[in-house]
């Protein structure tokens, strides 16, 4: 028997495959519904590069899993009609001519000619992009169908490698150990109520992305680089999450307030268009990677025990041929 911890992207995909590759397997979920963690106060964007120019690996990786993700799970996401990357004029690590220069020959798009067309400010360029965004809700119900059988929820054991098991598989991004994790940040996702035609993600710092969420609803993400980790300094899975428990709704209050108005120093016409309607809070793992790496990662974490480090949304599909190698390595039948 195979145990899986975490009903988010990799914990479900991976049940889900391993189901399909003939193993008995069964999924524990801490909360009472798949998709409550990270996996959905997230903007959930299918990356094809674009958001990490410091790193070429993240890149090429986003783009060799784009198919195979899409090919699976397309009726999950929605096009962006108007999907634009800009680059901040002042604080930006990376200037325009670099941004075109990295991206040219890896991934379409096209360029601006003029942002202020746009209703962008201060910003040096901007590129319009072809990426999509998955719908939380619908990834949501399409797991409940498919593996909703092998679920249960409520359930968060405090040892992983557990011998009753000949393979535990932690995909609980992180929460439960800490090997090769930076910091652990506790971060809130904005909902803004509006048109959800239209993304502006500002590049590269601690700047501000609108993205579409859910269509059917009416809402977009609103996350910061600056303002959506609430601290940057904690060590532990459990004192971020004890962070998110204490905040208060002042703190969340004039935190949203920050998002909004950073946003709108770019993009003004945010605020004649949205409002904000909801958030999500959510504990996150941040790697050691001065250059913004986001890969994926499976490590042993003892004698029955694995750890799946996630990388980008798409990367399920590299965890789960990790996964296969390491049952096959090991002899999991």
Known sequence: ????????????????????????????????????????????????GFHYPRSRLTRAACLDHAERFLAAYGQLTRAVPLNIYAV???????????????????????????????GLRHVEGAVLTGERHLVIDEARRHFEAKIGHLVTYGSRPAVVDDGRYQLTIDCTFCAMDSEAIDRYEPCITVLLEGPTDRAVTI?????????????????????????????KTCRSYDEAQHQLDTVTSDELAARMSDMLGQLAHFWPGVRDHYQIADF?????????????ARLVDVVSIGEHAIRVRAGKI????????LVLEHCSRCSVL
């Not at 189901?19 to 106060?41: I, M």
């Not at 999500?280 to 913004?292: E, F, N, T, Y």
């Open 88 to 118: 901040a004029s002042e604080e930006s690590l990376v200037d325009f001519g670099t941004f075109r220069q990295v991206l040219q020959g890896e991934v379409p798009f096209v360029p601006l000619y003029d942002p202020r067309e746009f």
């Open 203 to 231: 590049m590269d710092g601690p700047f501000p992305s609108l993205y579409p969420w859910n269509e059917q609803l009416g809402l977009n993400s609103l996350t910061s680089a600056k303002f959506t980790p609430l601290s």
């Open 1 to 48: 028997m195979i145990r899986v911890l975490g009903g988010g992207w990799y914990g479900c995909h991976l049940t889900a495959e391993l189901a399909a590759h003939g193993f008995q397997v069964e999924l524990h979920e801490a909360r009472d519904r798949l998709f409550e963690g990270a996996s959905g106060a997230n903007p959930a964007r299918l990356h094809q």
């Open 280 to 292: 999500r809070l959510a504990v996150r793992a941040m790697p050691k990677s001065a250059a913004d």
């Open 314 to 321: 798409d990367a399920v599909f590299r965890a789960e041929a």
